[in-house]
């Protein structure tokens, strides 16, 4: 069996205090340098320049974690629904420009999808309609640049009693 290899999830600026630890052994680095708004929008060019340069010479996997904050993939709002999935492409592009081949999302089941499911006729339907609709466009964007999506599970719920 391989023996497990440590890893490290930073932003761009924390990689050089780290530098000889993750790229001496080729370490895997998780990004976490677009999940804000200004990060996917205004600043953009300037922390994908930032980021290559960190990363330049590392020969370990590279993933990042996608946009989280106030990005919903179960948005009840058609109109934001859009503006979500293209944040999501946006960061899809960030990803394939520093080399990153997964990128983390958060799952949309949480503590409130645990809650309500059983209060409202059809409610588990119309969640997985909804996250369809966003999430369409980016699946397919992902597979067409070779990037893995990668669901992260932090907030859902555990079933079936106490953890």
Same mark, same amino acid.
Request: include cysteine; charge should be negative.
């Given at each position: 069996? &391989?023996?497990? =290899?440590?890893?490290?999830? *930073? ?7 780290? /530098?000889?630890? *993750? ?8 990004? %976490?340098?677009?999940? !804000? ?9 300037? /922390?994908?320049?930032? &980021?290559?340069?960190? *990363?330049?010479?590392? %020969?370990?996997? @590279? ?12 948005? =009840?709002?058609?109109?934001? /629904? !859009? ?6 492409? =946006? !960061? ?9 081949? %997964?990128? @983390?999302?958060? !799952? ?29 466009? @980016? $699946? =397919? ?5 070779? $990037?893995? *999506? ?8 555990? /079933?079936?009693?106490?953890?």
């Amino acid at each position: 069996m &391989t023996p497990l =290899k440590i890893g490290a999830c *930073l932003t761009a600026h924390e990689i050089a205090d780290h /530098r000889d630890w *993750l790229f001496g052994a080729d370490r895997d680095i998780e990004i %976490q340098e677009f999940f !804000s708004h200004a990060a996917l929008t205004t600043e953009f060019e300037d /922390r994908i320049a930032a &980021t290559k340069a960190a *990363l330049d010479g590392h %020969q370990g996997r @590279v993933g990042m974690h996608g946009p989280f904050e106030g990005l919903d993939m179960d948005n =009840k709002d058609p109109e934001l /629904r !859009s503006l979500i999935t293209a944040r999501f492409l =946006k !960061s899809l592009e960030a990803a394939d420009r520093i080399g990153a081949r %997964q990128m @983390v999302m958060h !799952s949309p089941y949480n503590l409130w999808y645990e809650n309500n499911l059983h209060n409202y006729p059809g409610y588990a339907d119309g969640v997985l309609e909804r996250i369809h609709a966003v999430m369409v466009p @980016v $699946v =397919k964007k992902a597979e067409g640049l070779g $990037v893995t *999506l990668v669901i992260e599970n932090i907030f859902d719920v555990k /079933r079936g009693g106490a953890r």
